[in-house]
């Protein structure tokens, strides 16, 4: 990672904390100079700056290293500055304003997604929901909370939302969510007014986990569908801009 606009060892400091910080229990010497491959007496100076700032913390029984107190203070500040809401109102309202279309932000409230916030560009369009509704499961929006579950809340609303619509094909369905984790976005015609589509977005964390979904909703003549498109790819890329602020980094980069 080194460059001339970064601070390699930084960044190995960094990575030392990586490691400890992803595994499930504290970590002997050995282990973090096998997984970072920092030589011995360079990670003796590492572990010992770090144990000072209170980044780390050496078990004297043990000798194993663990995350220090002051992960603690940075993660409650965090979260006492950190508005979901605010952070990604630019980039929804940059959307509306691209596309000339609504958009929505879709999170999981109880037992299923719901519209908390909705961007408004195009008041000529009734999408046939407002703030507070659940979205279905054959919506673009539902289509992504059942492509990223990551809870048995959500796969339980999924196996009953399957039972609740008539001629549902599992494996067809099953096919089509492969698929969206694959490309990174979901399309349907909105089951809840005639003549609207829409395109369903993640928003993922860095443990590519999913935070909240991105709908992009217009008429039918208006929503992308070429996936090559110049719309769909800033949509895309104005999706993954937004993943970012909660430290998603796509593989390989």
């Not at 500040?77 to 980039?91: G, H, K, S, V, W």
């Not at 801009?241 to 796509?250: A, D, I, L």
């Amino acid at each position: 990672m080194s460059s001339s606009t970064t601070i390699g060892s930084l960044a190995l400091g960094i990575q030392i904390i990586d490691v400890v910080a992803q595994s499930d229990h504290p970590l002997r010497f050995s282990d973090i100079q096998e997984q970072t491959g920092i030589s011995k007496s360079n990670l003796y100076k590492y572990l010992n700056t770090l144990i000072q700032l209170d980044l780390l913390y050496r078990d004297q029984k043990t000798g194993s290293y663990s995350l220090g107190y002051k992960f603690l203070e940075y993660g409650n500040a965090a979260m006492q500055n950190d508005d979901f809401i605010e952070r990604l109102t630019p980039y929804f309202k940059e959307l509306s304003n691209l596309t000339n279309m609504t958009t929505l932000l879709s999170l999981w409230v109880n037992d299923s997604p719901v519209i908390t916030n909705i961007w408004n560009t195009n008041f000529g369009l009734s999408i046939g929901a407002q703030v507070g509704t659940k979205l279905p499961i054959n919506s673009s929006t539902g289509k992504i909370f059942a492509a990223y579950a990551n809870s048995l809340e959500i796969t339980n609303w999924i196996e009953a939302q399957q039972n609740e619509l008539a001629n549902f094909d599992v494996a067809a369905f099953q096919r089509e969510l492969k698929g969206i984790r694959k490309n990174g976005f979901s399309f349907a015609h909105e089951p809840l007014v005639r003549h609207v589509s829409s395109i369903g977005l993640p928003i993922l964390n860095y443990k590519n986990e999913l935070v909240g979904a991105i709908t992009v909703v217009g008429f039918e003549e208006d929503v992308p569908t070429d996936t090559s498109s110049e719309m769909m790819q800033q949509i895309i890329d104005m999706s993954k801009e937004m993943s970012t602020v909660y430290g998603f980094k796509e593989k390989g980069k």
